[in-house]
C-alpha cells in the first residue's frame, strides 16, 4: 500500500508542467460540472436548494437523521396541511424540515401563513420561530420534500460533525485528480 503512494508520488513528480496544468484543468471542470448541474436542479425545482440532509430526529419516523431530501417548488401549486415543508427563518442558517398543521390565508393581502410541527416534536414550532411571530409566510419555505435516500446523507453529517474529515477528504479527492493520467 506504502509502496503504491510513493509510486504516485514519484509519478506526480515527473510530470511536467503542462501535464499539471491539464490535471488541475481537469479538477476544475469536475468541480464546474457539480455546481452548474446544482444550479440547473434549482432552476428545474424552483428551489434555492433542491437538495438538503435531515440533520435532527425531529420528523422520525418519516424521516431519519441523515436522510437526503429532493425538493421542489411549484409556482402555482399552494401548501397544504400535511406537506412536509424546508423552511429557513429569517436571521438563522440552518434550514428546518417539519410538516404543515395549520393554514391561514390573509384575504386582504393574499399571503398563506403556515404553522408547522416536526412528526417527532410534542408541540408546534412557534417556539422555534423569531420571537412574537406566530406563523411562518410561505416566502420563507424553500421547498415541499418530494423524494427522499435514506442514509446517503450521512457524509455530510460526518463531514460537518468532523472538519478535518472534509479537508482530508478533500486533499485525497484532489490527489487522486492530480496523479490519475487518465
Known amino acids: 500500500m506504502l509502496a503504491d503512494v510513493m509510486d504516485q508520488v514519484r509519478a506526480l513528480r515527473m510530470m511536467n508542467k503542462r501535464q499539471v496544468a491539464a490535471q488541475l484543468l481537469n479538477f476544475m471542470m469536475i468541480v464546474s460540472s457539480a455546481l452548474m ?3 440547473g436542479l ?3 425545482t424552483n428551489s434555492e436548494s433542491p437538495i ?3 440533520l435532527s430526529a425531529s420528523m422520525e419516523p418519516a424521516f431519519q437523521r441523515g436522510d ?3 425538493l ?3 409556482r402555482n401549486d399552494p401548501i397544504e396541511i400535511g406537506d412536509i415543508c424546508v423552511f429557513k427563518i429569517p436571521g438563522r442558517e440552518i434550514p428546518i424540515v417539519h410538516r404543515v398543521i395549520k393554514l391561514h390565508d390573509e384575504i386582504n393581502t393574499g399571503k398563506q401563513f403556515l404553522l408547522t410541527k416536526g412528526d417527532n ?7 422555534l420561530y423569531n420571537r412574537g411571530q406566530m406563523w411562518i ?16 446523507g450521512m457524509v455530510t453529517i460526518l463531514m460537518n460533525d468532523y472538519p478535518q474529515l472534509k479537508y482530508v ?3 485525497v479527492l484532489g490527489l487522486f485528480v492530480l496523479i490519475q493520467r487518465e
Open 72 to 74: 421542489d417548488m411549484p
Open 169 to 171: 477528504f478533500l486533499g
Open 137 to 152: 409566510h410561505k416566502d420563507h419555505v424553500v421547498g415541499r420534500v418530494r423524494g427522499f435516500m435514506p442514509y446517503i
Open 68 to 70: 437526503l431530501l429532493f
Open 52 to 54: 438538503v440532509v435531515v
Open 121 to 127: 416534536n410534542n408541540v408546534d414550532d412557534r417556539g
Open 42 to 44: 434549482a432552476l428545474v
Open 37 to 39: 448541474i446544482w444550479k
